[in-house]
Nanobody
Framework: VQLQASGGGSVQAGGSLRLSCVSS????????IGWFRQAPGKQRELVAA???????NYADSVKGRFTISRDNDEKTVYLQMNSLKAEDTAVYYC????????????WGQGTLVTVSS
């Protein structure tokens, strides 16, 4: 089972993008799925996460600008990104933690978001 992220691109600061993460398998039984990002020279960080019943949490840096959503029937998790800033530039990935030490999916290539100021 894989998660494929897409929807990245190049935008001006203040613009918007909507990222999609599509699974090749059922995600309805996965408790929490998250969007992560990794900027050049930095560690991967959690951006947003959503539970199976739609409860969401966000990194402080994106609160009020990003919205995560989930459609289990479509096997897809979305990340709506508004008011983008240059510091949002990164490769964005999705994955789901399995316990505290492993992941449901292999880390894919992600999707690149570039925000120019």
């Amino acid at each position: 089972v894989q998660l494929q992220a897409s929807g990245g691109g190049s935008v001006q600061a203040g613009g918007s993008l909507r990222l999609s993460c599509v699974s090749s398998g059922d995600i309805s039984t996965i408790y929490v799925i998250g969007w992560f990002r990794q900027a050049p020279g930095k560690q991967r960080e959690l951006v947003a996460a959503i539970t199976d019943v739609g409860s969401a949490n966000y990194a402080d840096s994106v609160k009020g600008r990003f919205t995560i959503s989930r459609d289990n029937d479509e096997k897809t998790v979305y990340l709506q990104m508004n008011s983008l800033k240059a510091e949002d530039t990164a490769v964005y990935y999705c994955n789901a933690p399995r316990g505290s030490t492993s992941w449901y999916f292999e880390w894919g290539q992600g999707t690149l978001v570039t925000v120019s100021s």
